[in-house]
T-cell receptor, first 116, second 113 residues
Framework: GAGVSQTPSNKVTEKGKYVELRCDPI?????LYWYRQSLGQGPEFLIY????????DSGLPNDRFFAVRPEGSVSTLKIQRTERGDSAVYLC??????????????FGPGTRLTVL | AQSVTQLGSHVSVSEGALVLLRCNYS??????LFWYVQYPNQGLQLLLK??????LVKGINGFEAEFKKSETSFHLTKPSAHMSDAAEYFC???????????FGTGTSLTVIP
């Protein structure tokens, strides 16, 4: 079956612009996670959705970052007024359920964002 | 709060040699521990995980890891390296809610023919 997909695979933008990154989770997975992976670092947690609601957004670095999942499936990570420091690979993962108990997270290939 | 330290950002082994990738964690509560592998241009893939029970955990591709509470370690091993094992390996820790995962900075494994 189809895995987690992310679009675009690469995004180049200019400082100050607005970008949207899309994640299509595995069908039926209720939990969805966003991570940011900077060069030479491990993935850093940003936000976790359970269904349509953000169960934990404590990893979002500031109010320029926002994510939605209006129908409990596809999610969009939105970054306003991009800065060069936002350049990274943005990873999305989904799991069958979240919350208590551990279910395997399935990761997408990521979107490489470059802010010039 | 949880955190993970991976000792050695780059490890090189000869084909057929033992693979040992080190991971130490810090957690104020009993942790769940994971190893992920990332091949070039691919997404992260779960190798194995420890939640409860047996402390020696076997994963895919012949890898295994042992949870040692007294040493706060979860080192990854494989008896005999294959060329196909060359990849980036990440250790991760979670609390028991599973809502957040904290990854280490990764270890790049090179296998020398």
């Amino acid at each position: 079956g189809a895995g987690v997909s992310q679009t675009p695979s690469n995004k180049v933008t200019e400082k100050g612009k607005y970008v949207e990154l899309r994640c299509d989770p595995i069908s039926g997975h209720t939990a969805l996670y966003w991570y940011r992976q900077s060069l030479g670092q491990g993935p850093e947690f940003l936000i976790y959705f359970q269904g349509t609601g953000a169960a934990d957004d404590s990893g979002l670095p500031n109010d320029r970052f926002f994510a939605v999942r209006p129908e409990g499936s596809v999610s969009t990570l939105k970054i306003q007024r991009t800065e060069r420091g936002d350049s990274a690979v943005y990873l999305c993962a989904s799991s069958l359920t979240g919350g208590r108990g551990i279910n395997e997270q399935f990761f997408g290939p990521g979107t490489r964002l470059t802010v010039l | 709060a949880q955190s993970v330290t991976q000792l050695g950002s780059h490890v090189s082994v000869s084909e057929g040699a033992l693979v040992l990738l080190r991971c130490n964690y810090s957690s104020s509560v009993p942790p769940y521990l994971f190893w992920y592998v990332q091949y070039p241009n691919q997404g992260l893939q779960l190798l194995l995980k420890y939640t409860t029970g047996a402390t020696l955990v076997k994963g895919i591709n012949g890898f295994e890891a042992e949870f040692k509470k007294s040493e706060t370690s979860f080192h990854l091993t494989k008896p005999s390296a294959h060329m196909s094992d060359a990849a980036e390996y990440f250790c991760a820790v979670s609390d028991q809610t599973g809502n957040q995962f904290y990854f280490g900075t990764g270890t790049s494994l090179t296998v020398i023919p």
